[in-house]
């Protein structure tokens, strides 16, 4: 097995071991090239191939950090590779990509600008602390200031033009606390811990609190996760293993303890979720991150379970508002996790038509935030804004998806405001917007 699979290994962040493995998958992926209509990484690995007349080795550094700087994490070459392990080749592109920046975070090669974006996003628990509750309203009017976006380009290098999430005036642990307790009594099915992830604590509240509402609807008892803490996505992302494997250790002990009393966690985002399945299982591992990872759910993704298995039931009574039709983004993250399209199932148990809308945002994590990535970011969602305004061509027509970075693309393209599933879900249950705000809700 390659050092790419094992951070611990001394050869992990040597350079020399780096590019030779980097030689190596670059020639299995420009002899495959199935993944050529993905991201932008593989166009611009095949034009240096081509350049060269396929021989990958005479590609520069320069030229193989290229290839590494357009690959945002979508993880979706790896869901379509035929050469992941167990193949003898054992090619893992996104995992050969967050090794090269892991190379170049330890040796202190990756530019200051992007050392800066990196350091400002990848911890946004410091932020959504300071930014949300009584300070919401004026973090807000700063991050709607084209003056003061353009010094936080300069200096955080994050992009003066991408649409950013508001902060909520109420977090939703806040909320969570304060809120009427539901007795579920005999109607109790069974018990589910909820991680709410940075998006719906410091951002979008009104996911997380329609999350509750229909699982309690369906006698799923909920509490709070033992952390709330930011899953570190970011830092991994970024190349920051050494901090990133901190924060996932302090997680998973947590999550851990919610587990072993007996509840399953759940989570609103599909980010976070493969984090908590994948990730921490791959950079901490042992017994508890195992644990955590068998117990972990996207948050449509344990409706269905209760559906489907003997002795629990989903309730399919809806007496709220279910349009005819809805238009669903499918986010990369969620394909990632192998769990199959289970927000498109959940939704057609409301009697309403689903069409699919399976092409990227380009944000995926914090990529498409930063500023040398923005213009090319946008070239990636063009496709997913173009079939998006086809599918859904009327303001009234209702669009879903699971990912808020993705729906925030979807926003900055479209104009268009789309729901999580389990938002549409509590509409079609009748279930009123209890508040929150969305991406450019008032």
């Known amino acids: 097995m390659t050092t790419t699979y094992d951070f611990r290994h001394p050869a992990y962040f040597d350079e020399t071991d780096l590019r030779h493995e980097l030689t190596r998958v670059y020639d299995l992926c420009h002899g495959c090239r199935m993944c050529f209509n993905l991201c932008p990484s593989f166009p611009t690995l095949f034009d240096y191939a081509d350049k060269y007349d396929g021989d990958v080795e005479q590609m520069t550094p320069a030229e193989q950090d290229h290839v590494v700087d357009e690959c945002y994490q979508c993880k979706i ?3 379509k590779c035929p050469y992941i392990p167990p193949h003898e080749w054992e090619l893992d592109f996104p995992r050969l990509m967050m090794r090269a920046e892991a190379v170049r975070h330890k040796n202190g090669s990756t530019p200051i600008t992007e050392r800066v974006a990196i350091h ?3 911890r946004p628990d410091l932020l959504g602390k300071v930014a949300s509750g009584p300070m919401a309203a004026i973090a807000n009017k700063s991050l709607e200031s084209k003056p003061m976006r353009k010094i936080i380009e300069k200096a955080a290098g994050i992009a003066a033009d991408r649409l950013l999430p508001p902060y909520t005036k109420q977090r939703f642990t806040t909320w969570f606390k304060n809120r009427a307790k539901t007795a579920l009594g005999r109607n109790r099915q069974a ?6 992830t940075c998006f719906v604590e410091y951002m979008e509240p009104a996911i997380g609190q329609d999350l509750v509402r229909v699982y309690e609807r369906n006698g799923v008892e909920c509490t709070l996760a033992g952390t709330t803490s930011c899953c570190a996505a970011p830092l991994l992302h970024g190349g920051d293993v050494d901090n990133f494997v901190k924060a996932a250790k302090e997680n998973v002990a947590k999550l851990a303890e919610s587990v072993r009393e007996g509840k399953d966690i759940v989570v609103p985002q599909p980010t976070c ?3 908590l399945k994948k990730d921490y299982v791959n950079y901490v591992g042992g017994p508890e991150a195992e644990l955590v990872a068998a117990h972990t759910y996207d948050a449509a993704e344990y409706l269905v379970k209760l559906h489907r298995d003997e002795g629990t039931e989903l309730d399919t009574t809806f007496e709220g508002e ?6 669903y983004h499918v986010a990369c993250h969620l394909q990632a996790q192998n769990i199959g399209l289970k927000s498109r199932d959940l939704m057609k148990l409301t009697g309403t038509k689903v069409t699919l809308v399976n092409k ?3 944000i995926d994590g914090t990529w498409g935030y930063r500023a040398d990535n923005y213009e090319l970011a946008r070239k990636v969602a063009a496709p997913l804004a173009d079939a998006i305004q086809k599918a859904a061509p009327n303001e009234a027509d209702v669009v879903t998806g699971d990912c808020h ?3 925030g693309a979807i926003t900055q393209e479209t104009g268009k405001r789309p729901l999580h599933p389990i938002q ?4 079609a249950y009748g279930i009123p917007e209890e508040g929150g705000r969305g991406w450019g809700r008032s």
């Not at 018990?191 to 709410?196: I, R, S």
């Open 77 to 79: 070459c790896y869901v």
């Open 120 to 122: 400002a996003m990848g």
């Open 191 to 196: 018990g589910a811990a909820v991680f709410p």
């Open 273 to 275: 979720g493969y984090v």
């Open 322 to 327: 279910v349009p005819e039709s809805v238009t």
């Open 360 to 362: 990227c945002s380009g």
């Open 405 to 407: 970075l993705a729906n």
């Open 424 to 427: 549409f879900m509590a509409r």
